[in-house]
C-alpha cells in the first residue's frame, strides 16, 4: 500500500514539474497615437496655367478636417458683367508619422457657361443665362512634409501641392 501511495505521489510529482505555466494573453498593440498631435500644418496648393498663369491657395490647420472657399482672382465675361469664379479646398489630413502624412483631398473650381442666348437688335447672339459647372479632383495621398508633390498635369498646366509643419 505505501508503494502505490508512493507511486501515486511520484507521478502526481512528475506531472506538475513537467505542467506548463498557464498561457498568458498575447500584450495588445500599443494605441495608435499621433506623434504630433498638438502641431499646425499649412497645406499650399499652386496651380499653373498656360493662359492664366498661376494662382495658389493657402489654408493652416491641425491634423484633421479642413474645407476653405475662395474667388479666383480671374472672372469671365457673360454678357458684359464679370462672373467671378470660385475655388474650393477641402479634405482630412491624417499624420502618419513625423516625415509623412495621408491627405483625402478634394480640389475644385466652378467655371461659368452659357446656358442661353437671345438675338440682340443687331441681329448678333447674346448670352442671356449662364451656370456655374464645378470641375476638380478628389484623391487620397501620401505625403513627405516639406516636399511639394505634382497632383495633375496636362498640356494646360499642372496643380501642385505642399503639406508642411507649420513652424511658428
Not at 484633421?64 to 464679370?82: C, Q, R, V, Y
Not at 470660385?86 to 479634405?91: D, N, Y
Request: proline content about 7%; aromatic content about 4%.
Amino acid at each position: 500500500m505505501k508503494a502505490l501511495l508512493f507511486l501515486a505521489v511520484a507521478t502526481l510529482g512528475i506531472a506538475v514539474c513537467q505542467a506548463q505555466p498557464p498561457a498568458t494573453p498575447p500584450a495588445a498593440p500599443p494605441a495608435a497615437t499621433s506623434t504630433n498631435e498638438l502641431d499646425n500644418y499649412i497645406i499650399s496648393v499652386q496651380w499653373k496655367d498656360t493662359k492664366m498663369g498661376s494662382s495658389f491657395l493657402q489654408v493652416m490647420t491641425s491634423e484633421g478636417s479642413f474645407n476653405a472657399d475662395s474667388l479666383e482672382h480671374n472672372t469671365m465675361k457673360i454678357n458684359g458683367p464679370d462672373i467671378p469664379t470660385t475655388i474650393r479646398l477641402s479634405g482630412d489630413l491624417t499624420v502618419l508619422n513625423p516625415e509623412k502624412g495621408r491627405l483625402r483631398l478634394s480640389i475644385g473650381r466652378t467655371v461659368p457657361y452659357m446656358t442661353g442666348a437671345s438675338k440682340g437688335s443687331d441681329g448678333n447672339t447674346i448670352p442671356s443665362t449662364y451656370q456655374q459647372l464645378l470641375v476638380g479632383l478628389d484623391s487620397t495621398l501620401i505625403v513627405t512634409f516639406g516636399k511639394p508633390l505634382v497632383i495633375q498635369g496636362d498640356e494646360n498646366g499642372q496643380i501642385t501641392i505642399l503639406v508642411k509643419r507649420d513652424e511658428g
